[in-house]
């Protein structure tokens, strides 16, 4: 099959709205990163999403819509904070998962009773999804386990061959993914985090729970127990403080002969002042929304990233350094 990269207009979104309502995937643009996407209601095309990307079949999917769609068809019910959090928050990056109403394919939410709904920012993400006008089941559009792609050139190098159409919408701004929150208890709770942080969240609703898998227990979002986000080469990853600790070992390996970079935030990177630097910028938006595109680049050019935490843990860095441990996990 012949993957062509299209710029976003009337031409490519009829094409796409064609490929959707036959039962393929399209790729498309948001905010964060890119999405591959499905009829919702179409259980076929929900179910070739997973084998082109060889995505375990009890990780669910979260479904797409445009910002004038309503949801209510979808879901059984929205509690108050979570309309409180989509007046301030959507379209954007954030992902609300409410108790499902069942109407759309069954593998969309592997088994569970909840459905995820998001709806995307980016002016691409609502042009398609207005065009298509139905939900439309998306995870990122790379094959499972590897980095998320941030441009389509990263969506094409994954899954070249495997579909039709990857609508261009350029380089995705934010960076990680959505915060995805659990939106089914009396009080909302992280169940992934992202750009919209838990303190926002607060700031808004008053109080929010950050979910925890623990041993032995079935998890409410299966996405989170993965090894994920992983690029192609060795990875290793130190705490800020073990800082000196990652030098010493860039320098050990160099030695070696084995070709080692440092992936870590600008500040860091003076600190530690070694010549293979992967530097993620400054500010918490540059480090998130450069960080796949930095492990991309690394595993382009590394046998080795030595990744090391940014010092500040906390607001967005805490999704950043759940991507680093994930990507990062042997
Ligand atoms: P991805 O599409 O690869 O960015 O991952 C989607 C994330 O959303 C994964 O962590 C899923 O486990 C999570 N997710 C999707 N649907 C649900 C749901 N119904 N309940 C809880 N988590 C969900
Ligand atoms: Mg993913």
């Not at 992934?192 to 950050?210: A, D, H, K």
């Not at 400054?282 to 929304?289: G, T």
Request: with cysteine; proline share 4%; glycine share 8%.
């Amino acid at each position: 099959m012949q993957t062509n990269i299209l710029t976003i207009d009337a031409v490519s979104l009829s094409l796409a709205k064609g490929i959707i309502l036959n039962g393929g995937a399209v790729a498309f643009p948001t905010e964060t990163v890119y999405g591959l996407g499905a009829n919702a209601f179409d259980e076929g095309a929900v179910k070739n999403i997973f084998a082109i990307k060889g995505r375990p079949a009890d990780n669910p999917l979260i479904v797409h819509v445009h910002k004038d769609y309503d949801i209510s068809s979808l879901v059984s019910f929205v509690p108050d904070y979570a309309k409180k959090l989509a007046a301030k928050f959507l379209p954007g990056p954030l992902t609300l998962v409410y108790k499902s109403c069942g109407k759309v394919a069954k593998s969309v939410s592997c088994g569970l009773d909840t459905l995820a709904i998001r709806i995307p920012s980016h002016s691409g993400a609502q042009d398609f999804l207005k065009y298509v006008d139905i939900p439309v089941a998306a995870p990122s559009a790379n094959i499972s386990k590897h980095v998320s792609p941030v441009s389509a050139e990263h969506v094409y190098a994954d899954l070249n061959g495997k579909i039709q159409l990857v609508l261009d919408g350029g380089k995705c701004t934010g960076g990680i993914e959505s915060t995805v929150l659990d939106c089914t208890g009396e009080v909302p709770a992280v169940l992934r985090s992202g750009l919209i942080t838990r303190e926002m969240i607060e700031e808004c609703v008053g109080v929010c729970n950050e979910y925890k898998l623990r041993k032995g227990e079935v998890a409410r979002s299966p996405g989170m127990k993965y090894k994920h986000y992983s690029p192609n080469c060795k990875t290793m990853l130190f705490a800020f403080d073990k800082a000196d600790k990652a030098v010493e070992e860039y320098k050990r390996q160099t030695s070696n002969g084995v070709k080692t970079f440092i992936l870590c935030d600008g500040a860091t990177a003076k600190l530690v002042g070694v010549e293979n630097i992967l530097n993620l910028g400054d500010s918490e938006n540059e480090i998130a929304s450069n960080l796949y595109a930095k492990l991309r680049e690394g595993e382009d050019k590394a046998q080795l990233i030595i990744a090391i935490s940014p010092q500040k843990q906390d607001g967005v860095m805490v999704g950043v350094i759940n991507r680093l441990e994930k990507a990062c996990k042997q």
